[in-house]
């Protein structure tokens, strides 16, 4: 594997928008590229094992910083702030700059969306407006039914963002968000213990600079709206029928309501008339299935999903 990295510009608002190139060594035959929208409070070069096996098998990979994210943000102190305004829609945005950039690289050959958290709720969405886009979409650590929450959440949010600004951080709505996700996990040896089983792997989230961090009242309030959009029936009935879609999770990741979420929203594509959607829930696994103690177990399937929809599938390529 051979690594790069580049700025793109945003079109949205000029933001310079940093991100990782993991390339096929030169004696392996370029399959196909996959692009990763990475989770919130991380960044993209926690994918570079994952990308070592996608390279591995013939897949090129790109992974962007998101806005307020990673290099992207540049510090700290920016981090967790997505834009003045809709910052959930301009991220969408930046990851659809980055597609186009990716296919005048990577000319006739498929393209897969991979989305892991944040990410895959910023997949969904990109799926609805773009998924004409993609050869196959992949989410991880997803969910799909969050219902009336996100309505009591947005009068607190909203309120919030009014009275302190939309830069102000505040731990209460932090709490609202995650305040929950180690209760069942108890005793908990960190905070962080929803996210995997491996203790090293959280180990290395809680000591990496760039993750964990609390996002903004802005950020809340426009991820929110994200949400709120790609629950809407009426936006998910055009994501295009047949693209094949592949759902993962641990069925105890919080996230994803234990598996229920996940399972719903299964549904709710197969209900809009979607043709191949495939659900794995991985037993006793947690949030961050591909740091997961079953992790090859997951990268394995995901490749073997890859080779049947993408590799063994004739397809009229872009």
């Given at each position: 594997?051979?690594?790069?990295n580049f700025y793109f510009t945003s079109k949205i608002d000029e933001n310079e928008i940093f991100t990782y190139k993991f390339v096929c060594?030169?004696?392996?035959?370029?399959?196909?590229?996959?692009?990763?929208?990475?989770?919130?409070?991380?960044?993209?070069?926690?994918?570079?094992?994952?990308?070592?096996?996608?390279?591995?098998?013939?897949?090129?990979?790109?992974?962007?910083?998101?806005?307020?994210?990673?290099?992207?943000?540049?510090?700290?102190?920016?981090?967790?702030?997505?834009?003045?305004?809709?910052?959930?829609?301009?991220?969408?945005?930046?990851?659809?700059?980055?597609?186009?950039?990716?296919?005048?690289?990577?000319?006739?050959?498929?393209?897969?969306?991979?989305?892991?958290?944040?990410?895959?709720?910023?997949?969904?969405?990109?799926?609805?407006?773009?998924?004409?886009?993609?050869?196959?979409?992949?989410?991880?650590?997803?969910?799909?039914?969050?219902?009336?929450?996100?309505?009591?959440?947005?009068?607190?949010?909203?309120?919030?963002?009014?009275?302190?600004?939309?830069?102000?951080?505040?731990?209460?709505?932090?709490?609202?968000?995650?305040?929950?996700?180690?209760?069942?996990?108890?005793?908990?040896?960190?905070?962080?213990?929803?996210?995997?089983?491996?203790?090293?792997?959280?180990?290395?989230?809680?000591?990496?600079?760039?993750?964990?961090?609390?996002?903004?009242?802005?950020?809340?309030?426009?991820?929110?709206?994200?949400?709120?959009?790609?629950?809407?029936?009426?936006?998910?009935?055009?994501?295009?029928?047949?693209?094949?879609?592949?759902?993962?999770?641990?069925?105890?990741?919080?996230?994803?309501?234990?598996?229920?979420?996940?399972?719903?929203?299964?549904?709710?594509?197969?209900?809009?008339?979607?043709?191949?959607?495939?659900?794995?829930?991985?037993?006793?696994?947690?949030?961050?299935?591909?740091?997961?103690?079953?992790?090859?177990?997951?990268?394995?399937?995901?490749?073997?999903?890859?080779?049947?929809?993408?590799?063994?599938?004739?397809?009229?390529?872009?």
């Amino acid at each position: 594997m051979r690594y790069s990295n580049f700025y793109f510009t945003s079109k949205i608002d000029e933001n310079e928008i940093f991100t990782y190139k993991f390339v096929c060594d030169e004696n392996v035959t370029v399959k196909g590229v996959v692009q990763i929208s990475h989770g919130m409070a991380e960044h993209g070069k926690r994918y570079e094992d994952f990308a070592k096996l996608l390279t591995d098998n013939g897949y090129n990979v790109y992974v962007n910083d998101h806005r307020g994210h990673g290099k992207t943000a540049k510090n700290l102190k920016n981090a967790g702030y997505l834009a003045d305004e809709n910052g959930f829609d301009c991220l969408v945005d930046d990851i659809h700059t980055l597609t186009e950039i990716i296919k005048e690289e990577s000319k006739d050959v498929p393209l897969i969306l991979f989305g892991h958290s944040m990410g895959s709720f910023a997949s969904q969405n990109y799926a609805i407006k773009y998924g004409d886009e993609i050869d196959g979409l992949i989410l991880s650590g997803s969910n799909g039914d969050f219902g009336g929450k996100l309505d009591l959440a947005n009068i607190i949010v909203k309120s919030t963002c009014k009275i302190k600004g939309r830069k102000y951080v505040s731990e209460f709505i932090d709490s609202l968000f995650f305040g929950s996700n180690n209760k069942v996990f108890k005793p908990c040896r960190t905070d962080y213990d929803w996210l995997s089983r491996d203790e090293k792997e959280v180990d290395k989230y809680i000591n990496d600079s760039m993750c964990g961090f609390k996002c903004t009242c802005g950020f809340f309030e426009d991820f929110i709206h994200g949400l709120k959009f790609i629950e809407d029936r009426e936006n998910i009935i055009k994501i295009r029928k047949d693209l094949p879609i592949l759902i993962i999770s641990g069925d105890k990741d919080p996230v994803g309501n234990n598996g229920k979420g996940l399972l719903n929203l299964k549904i709710r594509y197969e209900k809009s008339g979607i043709e191949d959607v495939k659900c794995i829930l991985y037993k006793d696994g947690r949030h961050e299935i591909l740091n997961e103690i079953n992790k090859e177990e997951v990268k394995e399937d995901v490749m073997k999903w890859i080779v049947e929809k993408i590799e063994n599938k004739k397809q009229s390529y872009y």
